[in-house]
């Protein structure tokens, strides 16, 4: 019992190192302005998973002023947006099962909110990425950059993860 009890003392400088697990946490607030509150987002390359929340802070019912949050290479945008325009409502305003897009919750509406986790395996760190809203007319001011920042030194000692 003594040994374990010592162990488990060891191991407390490395649980409290978990608090850069915080930075692979992301969140954004959209709107009944149709708006989102940030223009840029970023996780480290460390994250190998990143859990993303979208909460609509507004009141507005999702088929009037819904809301979702799309991750895709920049130079995809324009089109998801006009497939997803297409695919409608039901679809999340998302065309199914699109592989251009790498991770997106559901569409909320006011008061809602929608959690989601994506891996980070597809993701490039030289990649210029957008986030955006795919409902139709959203995009052109409900979108931002991602990036996926290099951290190597957090990267080589939480391989072992
Ligand atoms: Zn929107």
Redesign the pocket.
Known sequence: MRFHYYAAVSLFPLVSGLSSAEECRLAIE?NDA?Q?NQRELAVSSACSEVELTLKHVGTQPAKV????WVLAKASDMAALTNAGAAAGLTNNFQPPSDTRIVAATK?VGGGESTTIKFSTSALKTNEDYSFF???PG??SV?KGRFRLVDDAHRTASRSSE
């Open positions: 959209a149709m989102f002023m819904g809301h979702d569409i809203c795919t409902a959203h995009s409900m």
